[in-house]
Every structure is written in C-alpha cells, then in structure tokens.
C-alpha cells in the first residue's frame, strides 16, 4: 500500500512539475512528503449546506464584474472539512514546495495556476488519509483592493487588479482564506478583500 502511495504522489509531483515549468526532482521528492490531512468528525456539508455557511459567514457574491457569470461554482455534492493544524501544516508546505517556480513562467504559473495546483494537491492528500468526500477547499477570485498576504493591488489609478487565492473551511475555526504563494492564512471575517469576492470555485 504505501509504494502504491509514493507511485501516486510521485505521478501528481511530475503533474505538477510539468504544469510548473517542467521541474525539477527536488519539487517531486517534496510533495512524496505532502502532510496528511486530518478531517473533522463527521463534518460533512453538501453543496446547498456550503452556499448557507457563506451566506451566515456574510459572503456577498460582487455585481461589477462585468462579463462574469456571478456565482458559487460546485463540482461536487459533498465535501468534509480539514482542522486549522491541517490546513495551516499543507498551507506551509505548499508554499515552501512550489515558491521557488512561482511565476517563473508568465502566465502558465501566476495567480491562478497556484490557486487552483493548491487546491489539487490538497486534494491529492487524501490519498495519505482516505475519504470518500473532496476536501471543502475552493479557488476565490476577487478584486484585489487592498495588500494581503504579501500580494500588492495595483497603485492607485491604475486598473483594478483581478487575483486568485483559496478559501477552506476548516472543522474547529471556521472560514480561512489562503494566499496560496505565501502561506499567508486569515479568518475570512477579517480578509481585507471580502466585500470584493466575485466567483468561488469548489
């Protein structure tokens, strides 16, 4: 079982690799070692469920973006959550694997490449810790007004910068945004850039 194991996670680190500028074997040996996650006890929410955490938690979905299908993306029915030990163990591990390639390959490896390979790979690491439910952790796009997480907005005049990081509700403390190149975590209800959320994808 565990060499079918490293075989899998030896497959996603060649995925991601290739993603990120076609790599090198230090990021393959790394995320062979990607922490395994721990889940809350029974803290299952279905799609419906996690649209009502949102809503209590004061998500309002932006209406300027123009073009933008508005909305909460789902891809599943059901998703569990990790604890805040779990996320913030990955969320280190994760910038620590990949900050070397971030955005070393214009836009093959910005803000949405990284946002969307956390959320993959954290997905990948149920694999350490079977479930049969995806890990309740999704891509956030928003309009990034104010600095967060090491990540600056555009100066003042300048065209709105759109940016993308990752939103996880973890099973003992709520919501969290991620700002996935830096590790950064924050309680969603302190996130500097929530009134401009304008898409979630799970």
Aim: net charge neutral.
């Amino acid at each position: 079982m565990k060499e079918r194991i490293k075989k899998i996670l030896r497959l996603v680190s060649v995925c991601a690799s290739t993603l990120l500028t076609g790599c090198n074997e230090e990021i393959a040996e790394a995320v062979q070692n990607v922490p395994t996650p721990l889940y809350g006890f029974y803290d299952v929410l279905t799609d419906r469920g996690v649209t009502d955490s949102l809503r209590e938690a004061q998500v309002k979905i932006a209406t300027w973006y123009i073009g933008g299908s508005n909305a909460i993306q789902y891809h599943d029915q059901a998703y569990i959550t990790i604890t805040k030990k779990s996320l913030s163990n990955y969320s280190g591990w994760f910038a620590n694997v990949f900050n070397p390639v971030m955005g070393t390959n214009g836009d093959a490896t910005d803000c949405d490449n990284i946002a969307f390979l956390y959320r993959y790979a954290l997905s990948a690491t149920t694999i350490k810790n079977k479930t049969g439910k995806e890990i309740l952790c999704g891509v956030l796009m928003v309009k990034q007004i104010h600095a967060f997480g090491g990540i600056t907005p555009a100066d003042e005049g300048d065209v709105p910068v759109l940016h993308a990081l990752n939103i996880i509700k973890t099973s003992d403390s709520d919501w969290y945004v991620v700002e996935p190149q830096t590790g950064t975590l924050c309680p969603l209800a302190n996130y500097p850039n929530k009134p401009y959320i304008f898409r979630i994808i799970f």
